[in-house]
Structure formats: structure tokens, C-alpha cells
């Protein structure tokens, strides 16, 4: 999963870029309006941390046009602001959640997660596919009961693919919300740890579908099919 964290302060935004990628996200890090607005309308994310108070142009401005140009990640709002006509600007110019500084880490984490389950139609923390469990509290991954080793990077795309389980994802989805922007997207990775996951989970944990992608599905519903 790629997130956007748009953070003028810059200790603040260093910490919160090195502990979500450590929770095993992409991230990207912009330090004022422009280039956070900028980054959000050209390139694709799961979410956004967006602070306020933002030089050039805030945060605010920045919500409402992504909101005109439809971008509809969410957003988690940070602010220093603590007063309720700051909460309800925020939330009526299309915030997602909010939270106030000072806050914890680990609030922050999970209000991400959060977000990412509700924007893909998920009201547990514990995504399913057949004897395939993932837990995006913990990071663990099982199959029939028995726990499976994964790389962060064999992570990352496997939650993506089970976030959003029966759907088609192309490679070049897959790119752009499990890499930063930094990324060689001329890369064949995406094609060998698709391999490395069908070791480890079972030959038919993933479908590639030609020409298209790669799809994720519950056995039985692939049987109806």
C-alpha cells in the first residue's frame, strides 16, 4: 500500500515516513502545498496524511481540488487545529478522518488501515481467501492455520492483491501503490515476486489473467465461476 504524507515540519515528517514504511508502506514525503497537491493529482495512492498549516498553499485548498478532480483517496487530516469549526472545514472539504496534534504513532497507523479496509469494502482488519489469512494488525500471514514467511516486499503486494480480492489488477496498479515514486518501473520484480508467493501460498494463490494482470479470488468462487 503507497501513502502520501504532505508535512511542512520536517523531523515530523521523517518520523512518520521511516514508521509507516516499518509498518510496510510505500511512502512518499512532500514538504509544502505545491508539491504535495502535485503528487496527489499525478500519482496513485491508498491514502494520504494531510497536514493544514502548509506553506504555498494549505491544506484545505489542496483537499477541495483534489475533490473537484475527483481524486478520491482518503485523507487523513493533521493538524495542530483543535477547534471544531477546524474539524468540520476539514470533514465538509472531503477529509476522511481527522486527527489533532499531538498524537501517537500507533492512533495514526490505525486509523490508515482503517481508511485503506473501508475504501476497499472491508470492515475487518483480517482479509480472507480461502486457507489465506492475512491480519494487517500484525503483518502475519497464515495458510490453513499455519504461519507463512513473507519478504516486505511479497507483503505489500499480496495485501494489495487481497485488499482487493475477485478484481483484475494490472501490473502497472501494482506498481504504483506498493513502490514509491522513486521506483524503476521498467522493473520485471512485480513478475517474480508473483512466483515467490505462489511457492509459498500454493500455485493457484494467484490468477495472472493475459494481457490484463493478476486476479485473487476464494477457490469456491473461481469453482462457481
Sequence with gaps: MRILIVE???????????TLEGAGYAVDLATDGVDGHFLGETESYDAVVLDLGLPEMDGLTILNKWRKQDRDMPVLVLTARDSWSDKVAGLDAGADDYLAKPFQTE???ARLRALIRRSAGHASSVLEAGEIRLDTRSGKVTRDGEPVKLTA???KLLSYLMHHKGKVVSRTELIEHIYDQDFDRD??????????IRKKLGAETITTIRGLGYSLEDPEERVGD
Excluded at 522493473?187 to 515467490?196: A, C, G, K, L
Design 187 to 196: 522493473s520485471n520484480t512485480i513478475e517474480v515476486f508473483v512466483t515467490r
Design 8 to 18: 511542512d515540519e520536517p523531523s515530523l515528517g521523517r518520523q512518520l515516513r521511516s
Design 107 to 109: 492512533e495514526l497507523i
Design 153 to 155: 516486499q511479497e507483503y
